[in-house]
């Protein structure tokens, strides 16, 4: 089978696509919702733009079925490609706009938990996933990222997360509290880069020695697999991947969701929460609570073997196989 990644004119992806061996092409796109009036004539035109150009790019490769994950630049191609067979993947518990208008194209709708159906037309056929896993990550036993990471195996392991650019409000709140933290566990610490040469060089000149040895700080982890499979207790933000990556490890979760954005965060965060997985504090909160929510749950091995015990049930590590498969039917070929 053939894939062809469609993106964005610059975008990111583009370098990691190219990577993994996979054809790129881009097309011109720009968001809608919340521009300027200013700015809206001139995203209009990008947008009907794109349209043409993926129409060029379907009428070219003659795709047996399109597959979507959301954003604006799948607007003009899910557009021209109407007429295919689409399958649309949520990650979020709650779509953005853009999932909801690419929702009208899809024959099939997969989800990443059933609280998802609620948003969408109930004519709409919806199937339950779950989260598809970066591969990689089942590679890692806890005794073998233990041994990567040379970590104490009589000391807990905090792992603390703000994605590849990190979390400032995270990062210097546990920079805050850190002493207090290496008391009772060790930190496994992905500042991001935006902030990791301020706090190595504030951590190196402010912990001794003996704390020094349990706090491992890093501004990019490929291998982050070990880094789960090592940790009690995760500190991050409530993107989609915390939906699967975290139940797969059994992991309990201190989710912050980001303030300044659509609300995702919030509704990903109160769904884990809900499920007695995860506990939620505010980014208002962290100077003053982390280290009090931190100790709560890894001096209480009861709260934590809940919330390890209520992650397990959320996991469904066939995730990918199962979206796949509805990739397959819709294809003609014959199912998975």
Do not use: C
């Not at 969408?120 to 036993?141: D, E, H, Q």
């Not at 965060?269 to 809900?274: F, M, P, T």
């Not at 819709?330 to 199912?335: I, S, V, W, Y």
Request: proline share 4%; no cysteine.
């Amino acid at each position: 089978m053939q894939t062809l990644w469609v993106g964005g004119e610059g975008g990111m992806e583009e370098a990691l696509v190219n990577r993994a061996g996979i054809s790129y092409r881009s097309i011109s796109a720009a968001g809608v919702h919340g521009v300027g009036l200013r700015t809206l004539p001139q995203n209009m035109f990008k947008l009907a733009r794109g349209v043409v150009e993926s129409k060029k790019i379907l009428n070219e490769f003659k795709p047996d079925v399109l597959f979507f994950t959301g954003g604006y630049v799948a607007a003009p191609m899910a557009f021209a490609g109407r007429k295919n067979p689409i399958v649309l993947y949520v990650p979020d518990i709650e779509p953005g706009l853009a999932l909801k208008f690419l929702a009208n194209f899809a024959d099939v709708i997969t989800l990443t938990a059933d609280d998802s159906k609620k948003y969408f037309s109930s004519s709409k056929k919806m199937i339950v996933t779950g989260y598809p896993l970066r591969a990689g990550l089942s590679t890692w036993s806890r005794s073998d990222a233990f041994s990567h990471f040379k970590l104490d195996s009589t000391k807990p392991v905090l792992l603390v997360t703000g994605g590849s650019k990190g979390a400032r409000s995270i990062n210097m709140a546990v920079v805050k509290h850190l002493k207090h933290i290496l008391e009772i566990a060790q930190v496994i610490h992905i500042t991001g880069t935006t902030d990791y040469d301020v706090i190595e060089k504030t951590t190196n000149t402010s912990l001794s020695n003996e704390l020094k040895k349990h706090y491992h700080v890093i501004p990019y982890l490929h291998d982050m697999g070990a880094a789960l499979a090592a940790a009690d207790l995760v500190l991050s933000r409530a993107g989609a991947s915390s939906l699967g990556e975290y139940p797969y490890f059994e992991l309990p979760a201190i989710l912050v969701p980001y303030p300044y954005a659509w609300r995702y965060q919030k509704v990903n965060a109160d769904y884990l929460a809900n499920q007695s997985a995860a506990v939620i504090l505010k980014d208002e909160l962290l100077q003053d609570e982390l280290f009090l929510v931190i100790k709560d749950i890894l001096l209480h091995e009861s709260k934590r073997q809940t919330m390890k015990a209520a992650m397990k049930t959320l996991s469904n590590p066939n995730a990918a196989e199962l979206i796949a498969s509805q990739l397959v039917e819709l294809a003609g070929e014959q199912p998975l």
